[in-house]
């Protein structure tokens, strides 16, 4: 990417905002640490599923705001919500209060679901770099494993006897640094068009909604993405830790081993332009979902054995690395900049929806143990890798508005 450009900031700034809005020392024990506070698999899956409810409340009226106020406005409101939910964990004794914060961070992701991507290629195009989106996003989220290596390790050491003064601790050193994104935050610059848009809020929903049916395909492609990334990324990694201690890893081991699967993805994430440089999109996206279709069933019948869960980890955090900064970069090349985050949300609603039906039929599953639950992940996963992807054209914008008005 070219320097001095307003993209070559804005990546620079969210790289860094992005690494330390990924602070969450306790997410090496979260499984423990739910089940510590009386939790136990159902429980921990009806906490998505309350996520996945504040994300479908508020991905319409967040991407709206995005659209017509800007990202930077957008992402220092979700960022204050996200501290505020990670605290409410200090007091989580009951499941009520686990859900209450679950539901109040999944609103607070909206506020930059559909912006931030909004804001990167708004930005790129300010340069005519478009085509380097995916290369963009990789790099940010390359920030989220970069801080990983040093919270995990730390985190898992902290919390070696799991108990709640720890716990606590872990808690409260999350919000010190989570603080700190909200100040980089503030260096953030709006596009030029971005944080314009006037019109009446029912046109502007409307506006995403054509842009979606006119481009039918950025519909299955989405939905490729998001049933595999829901078992292989939402569900597997609740349970990660858990996993990792019923395979007999120590405890204060649990943090080296997702530093190292952080390092990994960080240099992944940092490839990924590489990647599509050399294998088509559309391929890589096909054989990750089958790679993660078949790290699922192998969860299922060797969880237990250190030595093959460990490599499932790592072939199914490549999935979840690698697929959505690559769907990103193909939805992003067709949706109009004037209504870019109110249809990139609207698409979250539909990846929502799908959360709240399959982590409540998950839940009713994990009655029933590991095995059954990771089987059913499995299914659900083959049915989005097998949804077709293909290549879309790109319309101009001219002729999108052009579509738009004699609507």
């Known amino acids: 990417m070219l ?14 905002a992005e690494l330390f809005g990924s602070v969450r020392f306790i997410q090496p024990v979260l499984a423990l640490f739910y089940f510590a506070r009386g939790l136990d698999e159902t429980y921990i899956l009806w ?5 996945s409810s504040g994300v479908l409340l508020g991905e319409i009226p967040t991407g709206m705001f995005a659209d017509r106020y800007g990202a930077k406005l957008s992402f220092m409101i979700g960022a204050c919500i996200s501290v ?21 961070s999944g609103f607070a992701v909206t506020f930059f679901s559909g912006a931030d991507e909004a804001l990167i290629y708004e930005s790129l195009k300010e340069s005519n770099e478009e085509n380097m989106m995916d290369k963009a996003l990789g790099i940010i989220q390359s920030a989220q494993f970069i801080v ?5 390790i730390l985190g898992a050491i902290l919390a070696k006897d799991l108990t709640n003064d720890q716990f606590v601790l872990l808690i409260v050193l999350g919000i010190f640094f989570q603080s700190i994104q909200i100040v980089l935050l503030f ?66 081991l649990i943090g ?54 460990l490599i499932i980890m790592v072939f199914l955090r490549f999935v979840r690395t690698v697929r959505y900064p690559i769907y990103a970069k193909l939805a992003n090349d067709i949706i109009p900049s004037h209504v870019r985050a109110t249809t990139i949300s609207l698409l979250s609603i539909i990846d ?3 959360d709240l039906i399959i982590f409540s039929s998950i839940a009713g599953i994990a009655a029933f143990g590991f095995e059954k639950m990771f089987l059913a992940c499995a299914a659900v996963a083959l049915v989005g890798s097998l949804l077709p992807i293909k290549p879309v054209t790109i319309q101009s914008e001219s002729k999108i508005k052009v579509q738009s008005q004699s609507r």
């Open 352 to 354: 929502s929806v799908c």
């Open 84 to 104: 505020v939910s990670h605290g409410m964990l200090i007091w989580a004794y009951e499941p009520w209060m686990f859900f209450a914060s679950s539901l109040l």
């Open 3 to 16: 320097k001095g450009t307003l993209a070559s900031h804005n990546i620079r700034v969210l790289f860094w």
């Open 187 to 252: 260096f953030v610059r709006n596009p030029s068009n971005q944080g314009n848009y006037r019109d009446k809020p029912f046109n502007q929903v409307k506006e995403g909604l054509l842009a979606i049916k006119r481009t039918p395909q950025v519909l299955w492609m989405f939905l490729n993405i998001t049933l595999v990334f829901i078992p292989t990324a939402a569900i597997f990694d609740n349970f990660g830790d858990k996993l990792l201690s019923d395979a007999d890893l120590p405890i204060y």
């Open 148 to 152: 990983m290596v040093f919270v995990l």
């Open 256 to 309: 080296f081993v997702f530093a190292g699967l952080a390092i990994f993805s960080f240099f992944v994430s940092r490839s990924i332009g590489w990647i599509t440089s050399r294998f088509s999109r559309i391929t890589v996206l096909y054989v990750t979902g089958g790679i993660g279709v078949l790290g699922l069933l192998l969860v299922a019948y060797f969880r237990e054995t250190l030595w093959i869960l």
């Open 47 to 51: 906490v998505l599923l309350f996520w």
